[in-house]
Structure formats: structure tokens, C-alpha cells
């Protein structure tokens, strides 16, 4: 239940919102040592994930979430997700967040975060399974509806491939798209949540990820 209430942070975030309203041969590239998973670091307008490998730079008109008001949503102290300790952090709280953004012109928001399935689930499920999994818990929440897609595709976010559902929210009768991505890796469930009220295609957004 607490990696639900978890996802479902980024929808409500918008519906509030929105109700206020040269390169080289391969061969020749050295092998990549093995990233551990850590927080991302914001410089600026750009978020970087190494453990992901991924840039997101944000326009000019949305705004990153600081570490207080993530860990605020999440009921943790700041200092238990920052660098090294937020690994530690996901053995006593399964899923937690690493960055959020949101456009304050058109409420549109993405949130990166992580679920530790050996805590939630099993290190086995799929990325299929684990959507089928979160589809049957949506449907029991009230005011909410979600329409799944019956495949998922596969999407690029940077130098990482993800599986991609592209469903439609509606909650409180404000209907918008939204975007998982996700990527199964060392035990955790990656995610990357998009949503869209309006304003701004999915390639736009996917687009903004190097």
C-alpha cells in the first residue's frame, strides 16, 4: 500500500495544480564500471542519475522539487535520502522518491524513483506483472480511474531502455495522460512517472532526457 500511495503522489500533485490554477567506435569504449544506486544530483536546470544513465534538463518554467519537500512527502527526515543513505533508506522504506519537477504553467510533472521489490513483491516479478499488480490496486481507489494499455512498449530515457505504459488518469473528473516507465535492475523496480494535463506531447517530454 505504501508503494501505492507512493505512485499516486504524482497525480495528486498535478490535479492540485491544475485545480489552482563525434563519436567513436563502440569496440573502442572502455567497459563501464558498475554504478551503485544512489540519489541523482540537480546542477542548475539539469538532474543527472548515473545509476540510471540518464540527464533530464528542465525548462525554464518548471521547478525541482527540494530534498526537504520530498522527504516532507514521504514523512522521512532530509538526511535519511540523501547520497549514500538513501539506498539505505529503501531496506526500511520500499519505495521511495529521487527527483520531482513540475511546469508551473501547465502542472505537467515527472517523478524518478525506486522500489525495493524484495520488500513489496519478489525480485522475480516482471515489469509486466508488476503494472498488472498496480492496475488491480488503482481499481479499488475511489474517484480514480486509470486506463491501461493491454501491451507495453519499449522507450528510451537517455542510454536506458524502459518499459513504457501509456495510460489515461481521470480523477476528480480532471482527465490527463500518464506515463510509467519502467526498468527492473538489481532488485529494484525504476520508475518514471510522467504526467501531462496539457500542454505538452510524450515525445516533448521524452525528449527533454539525455
Do not use: H
Not at 567513436?24 to 544530483?41: A, C, F, I
Not at 540523501?82 to 505537467?108: C, E, I, R
Not at 513483491?121 to 494499455?149: R, W
Amino acid at each position: 500500500m505504501k508503494k501505492l500511495i507512493s505512485l499516486l503522489l504524482a497525480v495528486i500533485m498535478a490535479v492540485m495544480l491544475v485545480s489552482c490554477d563525434s563519436t567513436k567506435d563502440q569496440d573502442d569504449d572502455p567497459p563501464k564500471v558498475k554504478v551503485e544506486l544512489s540519489r541523482g544530483t540537480i546542477d542548475g536546470d539539469v538532474y543527472k542519475n548515473e545509476y540510471l544513465d540518464f540527464e533530464f534538463t528542465k525548462p525554464e518554467s518548471w521547478v525541482y522539487s527540494t530534498d526537504e519537500e520530498i522527504a516532507s512527502l514521504l514523512n522521512l527526515s532530509v538526511d535519511t535520502i540523501l547520497g549514500d543513505k538513501f539506498k539505505d533508506a529503501l531496506n526500511t522504506n520500499p519505495s521511495l522518491y529521487d527527483m520531482m519537477v513540475v511546469d508551473s504553467l501547465t502542472s505537467t510533472n515527472i517523478s524518478v524513483g525506486y522500489e525495493n521489490l524484495s520488500k513489496t513483491f519478489s525480485s522475480n516479478i516482471t515489469e509486466k506483472q508488476y503494472v498488472e499488480s498496480l492496475k488491480k490496486q488503482l481499481e479499488n481507489v475511489s474517484d480514480m480511474t486509470v486506463v491501461f494499455p493491454d501491451t507495453l512498449e519499449k522507450a528510451m530515457l537517455g542510454n536506458t531502455e524502459f518499459s513504457k505504459a501509456v495510460c489515461t488518469t481521470t480523477v476528480y473528473n480532471t482527465t490527463m495522460n500518464q506515463i510509467y516507465y519502467l526498468r527492473k535492475v538489481d532488485g529494484y523496480m525504476a520508475y518514471v512517472i510522467v504526467t501531462i494535463p496539457n500542454g505538452y506531447t510524450i515525445a516533448q517530454i521524452e525528449a527533454m532526457f539525455k
